[in-house]
């Protein structure tokens, strides 16, 4: 049985797609088979995490070891069963490269948004696949996300985006984290509700 695999996807790749990637991992750890990758869209190719990124992802339970940049491309795309951009500009790049990842590509944030407001009757055909069906309850999952894109709006376009720290401030750095960090908190609340979920 395959496994579901998400793709976080943000401009160079050493800062907030990494961060969004390694809390991720740590935080679904416990699903069997699901993977978590990052890319950007203009990578600084091979380069390592900044210090403060590296130290934020420390801090909330990530490990940044080993993380070098890289591109984003279709094929990853095609490998991702959940596609979050830290902004909008990101979703946009990744849709505008391989449409078909339109349904199920998102920004973090919005991500967060959207799954907040899902109760048990939302999960209802969730909860008849079986528990050791992982990948179909997950993806079922994200369908259930994409169903509340009308439902559910910000207040202001921007509140979809994560702002970008490279090279700027620990303030921003900060700021940045405290953007990303409960949105990688509800995502994985969502999807370890969504595999363990049953009907009764």
């Not at 490998?79 to 505008?96: F, I, K, P, T, Y």
């Not at 973090?108 to 109760?119: I, K, N, P, W």
Request: charge should be negative; include cysteine.
């Amino acid at each position: 049985m395959t496994g579901f695999t998400i793709l976080t996807v943000c401009t160079g790749n050493v800062c907030r797609s990494p961060l969004a990637e390694q809390l991720l991992r740590a935080g679904l750890a416990e699903l069997p088979g699901v993977a978590v990758a990052s890319a950007g869209t203009g990578a600084l190719v091979g380069e390592p995490m900044p210090r403060e990124a590296w130290e934020l992802s420390l801090r909330h339970g990530g490990s940044p070891d080993g993380h070098r940049g890289r591109d984003l491309t279709e094929e990853q795309l095609r490998g991702a069963d959940l596609v979050l951009g830290m902004s909008r500009e990101h979703r946009r790049a990744a849709v505008q490269m391989l449409p078909l990842t339109n349904r199920h590509a998102f920004t973090l944030r919005q991500f967060e948004r959207l799954v907040a407001g899902v109760t048990k009757d939302d999960l209802g055909y969730v909860t008849r696949l079986p528990l050791d069906d992982l990948r179909a309850r997950l993806v079922e999952a994200v369908e259930v996300a994409a169903s509340r894109r009308g439902l559910e709006l910000p207040e202001a376009p921007e509140d979809d985006d994560i702002v970008d720290p490279y090279r700027r401030s620990q303030s921003v750095y900060d700021l940045s984290a405290s953007q990303l960090v409960p949105a990688v908190n509800a995502t994985v609340a969502f999807f370890t509700k969504a595999a363990t979920i049953t009907a009764s």
